[in-house]
């Protein structure tokens, strides 16, 4: 089959797909996208860019879809600047690949899963841990000998945290440090647990941080399953890591280790075994942790296979996002509203 041909929005984290797609046979970033060129001139500007990607850049995406003959595209943008792109890729029947979160207000999440409901095209969020193996290997044993999921301990940290005047805090963007970056482990929680139904929250602006910047949490589950997490901005980059996951099942327990964002280790056991059985697998870089989220999209865009995380997964995280907030605040029990 012809290598997919795929335009990239917005080269901040946008790069980094660009250097994923390069792993990726069968596909091949032939343009891309960028409002603000200016941010290319520490690597030698547009063209050096150009020449060393062997791409096509357009300052404006629509003209690039209208240019390009895109198999599929992939809109590595802020929230705020979603929904005209979304508008003009569904128009123009292009399959889009959609950055995480999927949006900074459940409203405005469910306006946008009407949105891509309305076109005949394959939307897929980027969620790249549950595509990782290691993750997509505990998902087939919690299908097969594990059994259900019935506790969680999971954890995410990070050093970074955003300084109070960053677009993260912006209630129109990402409206928050917990959604921007915590819907990875929410989503992680939600793949393996099932749809969310309340969450109580302990944390708090631990940096100076306009909203939460470390969460503390309990999230319920429809199933009966629970979660416990602790994730945030409140880490420290030379030791981050590690620890992402243990959950407990009907059958025995699995536990997921790796480093940072990166899982590549699976141990698990039965409740009756004598010993765990410890599965390693390969994680991918750092610089190209959606390699396998971009595999199963192109998949998805090739095959018909169904997209890997949809934009409802997408809104679940998010709602659970903004439950641990308002818990936060509140000092409530918070419904998940999605
Ligand atoms: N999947 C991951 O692991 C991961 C990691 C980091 C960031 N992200 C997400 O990726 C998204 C983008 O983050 P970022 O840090 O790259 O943001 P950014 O603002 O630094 O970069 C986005 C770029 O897109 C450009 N842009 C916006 N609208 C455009 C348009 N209509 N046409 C052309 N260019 C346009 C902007 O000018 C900007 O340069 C965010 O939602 C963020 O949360 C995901």
Not at 211 to 228: H, I, L, Q, R, Y
Not at 284 to 299: H, I, K
Request: with cysteine; glycine share 10%.
């Amino acid at each position: 089959m012809a290598s997919i041909r795929l335009g990239v929005v917005g080269l901040g984290l946008g790069q980094w797909m660009v250097e994923t797609v390069h792993k990726i046979e069968g596909a091949h970033v032939v343009a891309a996208a960028e409002n603000m060129p200016a941010r290319l001139d520490g690597m030698g500007g547009s063209k050096a860019y150009e020449k060393k990607n062997d791409l096509r850049l357009y300052e404006d995406a629509d003209q690039m879809m209208d240019n390009e003959s895109l198999d599929a595209i992939a809109l590595a943008v802020m929230p705020k600047h979603r929904r005209a792109l979304i508008e003009s890729a569904g128009k123009r029947g292009i399959p889009m690949l959609i950055e995480k979160p999927w949006a900074g207000t459940v409203e405005s999440g469910r306006e946008l899963i009407e949105l891509c409901n309305g076109f005949d095209v394959p939307c897929q969020v980027e969620f790249p841990i549950r595509c990782m193996p290691a993750m997509v290997r505990l998902r087939e044993l919690m299908n097969g000998d594990l059994g259900n999921g019935w506790m969680a301990n999971a954890n995410l940290m990070m050093g970074w945290c955003p300084l109070p005047g960053a677009k993260h805090w912006d209630p129109d963007n990402h409206n928050g440090l917990l959604n921007e970056c915590y819907v990875h482990l929410f989503d992680t929680l939600a793949f393996l647990l099932g749809k969310p139904k309340s969450v109580f929250s302990f944390g708090g602006s631990f940096r100076g941080s306009p909203m939460p910047d470390a969460a503390s949490a309990v999230v319920e589950f429809e199933s009966g399953a629970s979660a416990s997490l602790t994730c945030g901005g409140i880490g420290a980059a030379c030791a981050d890591g590690g620890h992402l996951l243990d959950i407990w099942t009907e059958k025995g327990l699995a536990r997921i280790t790796g480093t940072q964002w990166l899982p590549d280790t699976v141990e698990w056991g039965l409740r009756e075994a004598k010993e765990s059985t410890v599965e390693t697998f390969q994680a991918p870089g750092r610089r190209t942790l959606m390699e396998y989220n971009m595999r199963a999209f192109f998949d998805a865009v090739q095959n018909g296979d169904p997209v890997a995380a949809t934009p409802e997964d997408g809104l679940i995280a998010t709602a659970i996002a903004m439950a641990i907030q308002e818990s936060i605040i509140t000092g409530n029990r918070v419904a998940v509203d999605c």
